[in-house]
């Protein structure tokens, strides 16, 4: 795959996407830095589970591929912060950026970085990157206003600021993910729970969204263990698009035994159906 991307490289001059998602890595700087060298209008860019891959690539794809809006280097632990940050400074317009699993590379440095390089970011998955903590977060939910989906699953660090920050700074919010975040308390769920209340007393914001899907349609809660009913309800009623329903699971709450006694609307509505039904005894 290596020799295959130096060869071709230098010959799609206009190339726009490329996908380079391997089982194996066989991916080599060498590659990479052939792709920014000749292929400058690049704007998605899948570099996945590339595990040779040093700093090397990232420098020279910030200098050869400012274009870039969609970056994934899940899995491509070599990187480090300073390059994912120096990368941050001439890719701006970087939209979904995947860092699952680059542990060195998302540093609460990087994320500070990103969030003042690049604004327009609307995802970016952070899984299992444990350095990260809400110092990070929280500038990346006030540096990046239109954020529609995060990935924290797995950020330990993590604590009810960083939700907090987000449901006061990112309203288009769509997706969220504190899988195992094992400090989040009933404090950050009714921060979401009110951030969609005080959105829904802007009326020119409403008529603005109107045919627009509004808030949280996904929620992974799963092994927050320190979560209540009460609150993860509050959550649930304040955004309809959430259900724990089988089969449209978008409230994701598997591994929290306390939880079972959530419903989403479906729940209510069923009730409400089986209530005005005539009863069959009658
Ligand atoms: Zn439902």
Redesign the pocket.
């Known amino acids: 795959m290596n020799n295959l991307i130096l060869s071709l490289a230098p010959k799609f001059t206009k190339l726009e996407s490329l996908i380079l998602r391997q089982d194996k890595p066989q991916l080599e700087d060498n590659a990479v830095e052939t792709i920014a060298k000749y292929c400058h209008d690049l704007q998605d860019l899948d570099l996945s589970k590339s595990f040779k891959l040093t700093d090397r690539s990232l420098y020279a794809l910030a200098h050869g591929c400012p274009k870039l809006t969609k970056l994934n280097i899940s899995g491509c632990t070599a990187f480090s912060d300073d390059a994912l940050a120096y990368l941050s400074g001439f890719c701006r317009n970087l939209k979904f950026l995947n860092l699952c699993g680059c542990v060195r590379a998302a540093s609460d440095k990087a994320l500070q970085a990103i969030a003042y390089n690049c604004s327009r970011l609307q995802s970016l998955n952070l899984g299992w990157c444990e350095n990260v903590s809400d110092v990070g977060v929280m500038s990346l939910a006030y540096g990046c206003p239109d954020l529609r989906a995060l990935d924290l699953c797995g950020c330990v660090l993590i604590t009810d600021e960083t939700v907090i920050a987000l449901a006061n700074g990112c309203l288009h919010l769509r997706s969220l993910g504190l899988y195992y975040c094992q400090n989040i308390t009933d404090r950050a769920m009714y921060a979401l729970a009110h951030s969609r209340v005080r959105n829904k007393q802007d009326v020119w914001e409403s008529v603005k969204n109107r045919y627009e899907e509004e808030g949280l349609m996904n929620l992974n809660i799963s092994q927050c263990t320190a979560l209540t009913p009460p609150a993860v309800q509050a959550v649930c009623d304040s955004f309809p698009a959430l259900?724990?329903?089988p089969g449209?699971h978008s409230l994701i709450i598997s591994g929290c035994l306390n939880l079972t006694s959530v419903h989403?609307?479906?729940a209510v509505q069923a009730h409400r159906t089986a209530a005005s039904l005539p009863h069959p005894a009658h």
């Open positions: 259900h724990t329903c449209r989403c609307v479906c």
